[in-house]
């Protein structure tokens, strides 16, 4: 299994008392599978995230990434293993106004080591699987929010993730750029093999998901994945 969460409980302090974030949360995602995970606004989905992302420890529970149990990791162990693990897409692309979008990518694999050369033709690799063939050379100015979005995926990718999390990635897109990323999501997770965790309000995501599961007050409960 790429992503597997055991019994993970997280508390916040509050005050003279500790506000329960999980509460013994499980959540299994195979290679080529795409959970949705969905629930109201403070109900535990960003926290979910931030543990699956490795960037939360938990109170207690166990963190299993591409088979390697975080639990006793080290600060520098657990940066190396975000960065050659786990692909993070977040809600707005956040891209680098003066680089193109190949070099968007690029600076990635460049903290990863890779040379120049390797990360040239794996950023071009990556821009054509996402849909932007031609479109190396511009700037995030010169594309639209869609193309931006794309970017931020394929970012993600590059230094070939076995776990995807991917936090409200059509928020800020219109319904038919919003499916196309939807569909485009779906497509890399089974070509790439990666256990995908989708964050979404959007109920027309559901139909895509292999799983769905609902968090509310910390618990998280799967939900059957309705079909047309």
């Known amino acids: 299994m790429s992503l597997e969460l055991t019994d993970v409980t997280l508390t916040y302090p509050d005050g003279d008392t500790r506000l329960t974030a999980l509460d013994d949360v499980s959540l299994t995602v195979p290679a080529g599978g ?7 606004s403070g109900s535990g989905k960003s926290s979910l995230l931030a543990v699956a992302a490795t960037l939360i420890s938990p109170d207690r529970g166990r963190v ?6 975080t639990a006793g990791l080290g600060r520098a162990a657990l940066t190396t293993l975000r ?9 707005q692309p956040n891209l680098l106004p003066s680089l193109t ?9 460049h903290l990863d080591g890779r040379s120049p ?17 031609g479109q190396a050379d511009r700037r995030p100015h010169q594309l639209s929010g869609g193309q931006r979005q794309r970017i931020n995926i394929a970012r993600a990718l590059m230094n070939e993730p ?17 499916a196309a990323v939807l569909d ?5 997770t089974r070509q790439r093999a990666t256990a995908t965790v989708l964050v979404t309000h959007d109920p027309a995501h559901l139909e895509a998901a292999d799983e769905i599961a609902e968090v509310r007050d910390g618990r998280l409960r799967p939900r059957p994945v309705a079909r047309p």
């Not at 960065?83 to 809600?91: D, E, K, L, P, S």
């Not at 990360?119 to 821009?127: D, H, K, P, Q």
Request: charged letters at 20%; a negative charge.
């Open 162 to 178: 076995a776990v995807l999390l991917v936090d409200e990635p059509t928020s800020a897109l219109d319904h038919e750029r919003g």
């Open 64 to 69: 299993v990434i591409d088979g390697t149990d």
């Open 34 to 40: 795409l959970t949705a995970v969905i629930g109201p």
């Open 83 to 91: 960065r050659t693990a786990i692909g993070t897409v977040f809600q």
């Open 101 to 109: 979008a190949a070099e968007q990518l690029q600076v990635m694999a």
């Open 117 to 133: 050369r390797t990360a040239r033709a794996r950023a071009r690799e990556l821009l054509a699987a996402v849909g932007l063939d």
């Open 184 to 188: 485009l999501l779906v497509t890399l």
